[in-house]
């Protein structure tokens, strides 16, 4: 089976610009997370879909937005670009929210690097 | 508030020997906590997890943490480092809250092996 992946692998922006990321999460996954990678620090939590609902927002500006899809893949928009907006953005899927075993495991995928100049 | 906290930025060791990082946690309910690994310009790859089952727990690639509440630590071991165990190891907790499972990430271990 294919694990998480993101589109695209990287990109560079100017600052005031708008991006978009995508994601697909692993099939048969209903939850899609999304973390920003600041170059020599852990990812942060941006914000959790789950059945396409919001289910949990981080720290960020409104600037930064998401939704989910009937088909579970995801997109994150950030807006108004600014410097420290520059990262690897990083997508998890996970079977459920909760519960037993492996069902709410986040898996990881490869990431995109966005670059602001 | 759930954290946790990785108290070396940089371990080095050499191929054959020991491997210790340390992680200290704070949880006000039974956490589920988790170590994953970071190689360079590759995605997060999960190496073990703690869901209050046995306290030690075993992972892939030969390493292993133990669960200890009375330290409230969870720190991951391994026998033997490989040169292929150099990475980003992150320490990471679990919130499940308002619905949702929000994974909160230590600042990360550096891991060198050396020959």
């Known amino acids: 089976d294919a694990g998480v992946t993101q589109s695209p692998t990287h990109l560079i922006k100017t600052r005031g610009q708008h991006v978009t990321l995508r994601c697909s999460p692993i099939s048969g996954h209903k939850s899609v997370s999304w973390y920003q990678q600041v170059l020599g620090q852990g990812p942060q939590f941006i914000f959790q879909?789950?059945?396409?609902?919001?289910?949990g927002r981080g720290n960020f500006p409104d600037r930064f937005s998401a939704r989910q899809f009937p088909n579970y893949s995801s997109e994150l928009n950030v807006n108004a670009l600014l410097l420290g907006d520059s990262a690897l953005y990083l997508c998890?899927?996970?079977?459920?929210?909760?519960?037993?075993?492996?069902?709410?495991?986040?898996?990881f995928g490869p990431g995109t690097r966005l670059t602001v100049t | 508030a759930q954290s946790v906290t990785q108290l070396d930025s940089h371990v080095s060791v050499s191929e054959g020997t020991p491997v210790l990082l340390r992680c200290n946690y704070s949880s006000s309910y039974s956490p589920s906590l988790f170590w994953y690994v970071q190689h360079p310009n590759k995605g997060l790859q999960l190496l073990l997890k703690y869901t209050s089952a046995a306290t030690l727990v075993k992972g892939i690639n030969g390493f292993e943490a133990e669960f200890k509440k009375s330290e409230t630590s969870f720190h991951l071991t391994k026998p033997s480092a490989h040169m292929s165990d150099a990475a980003e190891y992150f320490c990471?907790?679990?919130?499940?809250?308002?619905?949702?499972?929000?994974?909160?990430f230590g600042t990360g271990t550096q891991l060198k092996v050396e020959l």
């Open positions: 879909y789950y059945e396409k609902e919001e289910r």
């Open positions: 990471v907790v679990s919130l499940l809250t308002g619905g949702g499972n929000k994974l909160t």
């Open positions: 998890a899927s996970s079977l459920a929210l909760s519960g037993g075993g492996a069902s709410h495991e986040q898996y």
